[in-house]
């Protein structure tokens, strides 16, 4: 579903992410951790297709993201850390908007409303984004990119500004995704949520894949039998120096 | 005293920071490109001020007087424009600014914040007009021989308006705040403003100005001296600074200190009971204006009218048109160009060229062949105003186009078409409405309107093209990207193409209006010549038109490969 190949970006003599090389296969939830500054961000972006690689290859469902741009975009639900939306929009109009966008059809209409209920965002569907919270902006972009029935999410931090219920839906949710078939990329900080939901997981320090595989296979390389998620992430990023 | 220095430090940091820099590219030229122009249009003002009253000055009898309405004049409009200028930055300076949360989580009084951001409002209001009004006041002197008290007291006398003009728009935002439902407190206040501005050009345009200069308009020279002569309300700010201005050349009626005296007790007045409101007032007013209320609700449309389009450019057409109108701050402005537009008509209705004896109706072709590039300037700067913003009017929702599975050139496309059929309209409405008031010939109103139809869309592309190629996504306000160097590359290129356009057609239009004027029939040659005309106007309106979209296209493009 997702391959990396060599996958660099260099900007103005400083490499954010050096030959990174991965494969995401379907129905897998892929967990990428790493410091802050580590190139998480940089990766993601560039496999949703917001971000040119300096060399390397992205494929999407067999579709390489350079020469196939919009088809390979077309089965990416990307999901960024931060919710920038267009504010003058109402939360209907934002996910018409993205329906129309990916080509939807009638199929995108009767999509909008289950999703407004999912995310409990039925009751505000009809008011401008502006005024929404955090938290609803989170829902609205997770519920857009999730309008499409994507075959690849990609997500950067999804739980940042969700309340518990929000957490538990979305954990939930991707779990589904994956029992379906999606492949999940996501990045983040909350480990327990790694813990909880990934099937395998990948470190990234100072731009390279320092580490790969599940977490017991990461508990062994790292010699922290029966330790928590947390102490292997310091041991590995530690060992690198930070 | 303290505390407030410690409240404006951060602005002064920040101004520091952006002067000195950290050697970022382009801001040396940036800087000197922007004091070069500046410098010009400081420079241009004083030649104009500077002849005007040297023409006035040599008029036996009235020529004072004129000099001196003209005066009375210019400090009416400043006060007005200032008053227009700190409601608005008093507005986003008192109650919306992100940093307000932060500074009000500190240990200080609000009424300390209240005067602090006042000030600031104070001078960012100011600090232009009085930079581009020096100019007046210095011919002024020069043709008057004003002495040193004579720019002393022009220079006090304008920082004190500003002064009085902020205490004015910060009683008014104040109670504003208290008064009026939170979320409409942007909304009205800067809807204050611009009426008050309208109002302005609209009274100063119906006072038919062009009457000071044709007495015969005036039953008796008596009555004509007499409309000259009326002094300004006495209870005016305006007043009291021109009387004081005017006291202060020589031979001038009255004391100077006197009427500026009353100017300065007017600004202590406004000084302290904007503070005396403030007090009680400021923070119950910003803590109002947190909490918006109950957000509007939209009813949900089907948007039948955009039934020929599907997919994504029906989802980016919707888009654009839906936020464009739904964000405030572009009402006023429409507001503007609607009372800015009836002016520009309404001055071709008075202008005098029945009288003129001479060839009345090929004068009037003539000026509509001016009306044509001046025609395009407005466009000109509509465009800068509205088409250049649009692509850093997306802001940090362009992820979402980025993320898109579109082509960078539909989401240009869609949003070209957008802009140039209200432009494109609005052009044609224009000239054809002058058009209709000079009574052109069947030739120029031809000329007039596939001249415009060729040269708007060459406008509109460059516009969006040369916004698209330096966008700035982080701006609060994408209206200011226009003044940017990539604005100013816009309004030069924009500028050179219309002046191109208006000489290649001057030849051929100029021997059809002889034609005409001798009564004869237009022959090959004239054909030729017009031929000879438009095809190159033609072909440089389609190079306008692809290349500022294809340099567009690819600029924002290889944004992808940076940020």
């Not at chain 2, 060839?359 to 509509?368: F, H, I």
């Not at chain 2, 004027?517 to 017009?530: I, M, N, P, Q």
């Amino acid at each position: 579903m997702i391959e990396l190949k060599d996958l660099t970006k260099r900007y103005d003599g400083f490499i954010a992410v050096k030959n990174l090389n991965l494969r995401v296969s379907g129905g897998e939830i892929f967990g990428f951790l790493g410091p802050n500054g580590a190139g998480k961000t940089t990766t993601i972006k560039m496999i949703a297709g917001v971000l040119i690689p300096s060399s390397g290859s992205i494929t999407i469902c067999g579709l390489d993201l350079a020469s196939q741009a919009e088809e390979a975009k077309r089965r990416i639900g990307y999901i960024p850390d931060r919710p920038f939306l267009y504010e003058k929009l109402t939360g209907y109009e934002f996910l018409q908007f993205t329906a129309d966008l990916y080509g939807t059809g009638k199929g995108g209409q009767d999509g909008i409303e289950v999703l407004l209920e999912m995310f409990s965002l039925a009751a505000w569907a009809d008011e401008l984004i502006e005024s929404y919270s955090h938290g609803m902006k989170q829902r609205l972009i997770i519920a857009a990119a999730l309008l499409h029935d994507p075959e690849v999410i990609v997500v950067d931090e999804p739980m940042v500004g969700l309340d518990p219920a929000g957490i538990k839906k979305v954990k939930g949710l991707f779990k589904q995704k994956a029992r379906e078939g999606t492949a999940v990329f996501m990045s983040t900080h909350t480990l327990d949520l790694v813990e909880d939901i990934c099937d395998r997981i990948g470190v990234i320090h100072k731009g390279e894949l320092i580490a790969l595989g599940t977490a017991g296979e990461l508990r062994e390389k790292t010699n922290v039998p029966g330790g928590r998620l947390e102490e292997i992430f310091l041991h590995l990023t530690d060992r690198q120096g930070s | 005293m303290n505390e407030i220095y410690r409240l404006v430090k951060p602005r002064l940091y920040s101004a520091k920071n952006r002067i000195i820099g950290d050697g970022v590219r382009g801001r040396g030229f940036k800087a000197f490109f922007l004091a070069g122009l500046g410098l010009a249009f400081w420079g241009l003002i004083f030649i104009i001020f500077y002849r005007v009253l040297s023409y006035f000055k040599r008029v036996e009898g009235f020529g004072d007087i004129l000099a001196l309405k003209l005066l009375s004049m210019v400090f009416f409009t400043f006060f007005v424009i200032l008053i227009m200028s700190s409601l608005i930055n008093l507005v986003a300076k008192l109650y919306l600014s992100r940093d307000l949360g932060l500074v009000f989580a500190l240990p200080v009084k609000p009424e300390k914040v209240f005067l602090a951001r006042g000030l600031e409002a104070a001078f960012d209001s100011s600090w232009m007009v009085i930079a581009f009004s020096l100019p007046v006041f210095l011919s002024y002197g020069i043709i008057f021989a004003g002495g040193g008290i004579f720019y002393l007291v022009a220079g006090a006398s304008l920082i004190f308006l500003a002064l009085g003009a902020t205490g004015v728009s910060a009683v008014i935002v104040l109670l504003a705040a208290l008064l009026l439902p939170a979320a409409r407190l942007r909304t009205v206040t800067v809807f204050l403003g611009v009426l008050l501005f309208v109002f302005l050009i609209l009274s100063l345009r119906l006072l038919k100005p062009e009457q000071l200069v044709n007495p015969e308009s005036f039953l008796t020279v008596i009555q004509y001296l007499e409309a000259l002569q009326t002094s300004g309300n006495a209870l005016l700010p305006t007043t009291w600074a021109y009387d004081a201005l005017q006291a202060a050349l020589p031979g001038g009626r009255g004391d100077w200190y006197f009427h500026f005296g009353l100017l300065l007790s007017f600004v202590g007045t406004l000084g302290f009971l904007s503070f005396w409101i403030a007090r009680p007032a400021y923070f119950p007013g910003f803590s109002r204006a947190q909490n918006a209320g109950r957000p509007p609700v939209f009813r949900r449309s089907k948007s039948r009218w955009a039934f020929f389009l599907s997919g994504a450019p029906r989802a980016l057409l919707l888009k654009e048109i839906k936020t464009f109108f739904r964000d405030q701050t572009q009402w006023p402005q429409l507001i503007l160009i609607a009372a800015l537009v009836a002016v520009y008509v309404y001055n071709f209705a008075v202008l005098p060229l029945g009288t003129v004896p001479w060839r009345g109706t090929n004068l009037k072709n003539m000026v509509s062949f001016l009306n044509l590039g001046l025609s395009a300037f407005v466009l000109i700067s509509l465009a800068a105003r509205f088409v250049y913003p649009a692509v850093s009017a997306e802001g940090e929702g362009f992820w979402l186009i980025r993320a898109a599975p579109i082509k960078i050139e539909t989401y240009l496309l869609v949003k070209f078409l957008v802009y140039l059929l209200p432009l494109l309209l609005l052009a044609e409405i224009l000239v054809i409405a002058t058009n209709l008031i000079l009574e052109v010939s069947d030739f120029m109103m031809a000329l007039s309107v596939g001249t415009i139809f060729l040269i708007v869309p060459g406008i509109v592309s460059l516009a969006l093209g040369l916004g698209a190629a330096r966008p700035d996504f982080q701006t609060e306000n994408p209206a200011q990207t226009a003044t940017s160097v990539g604005g100013l590359i816009y309004m030069l290129l924009s500028a050179l193409f219309v002046t191109i356009v208006v000489v290649l057609e001057a030849g051929g239009a100029y021997l059809v209006f002889m034609a005409e004027l001798k009564g004869e029939e237009l022959t090959l040659r004239h054909w030729g010549w017009l031929t000879g005309s438009f095809l190159p106007v033609a072909a440089l309106s389609v190079v306008a038109i692809v290349y500022p979209f294809r340099y567009g296209k690819r600029r924002l493009g290889e944004l992808m490969k940076n940020r």
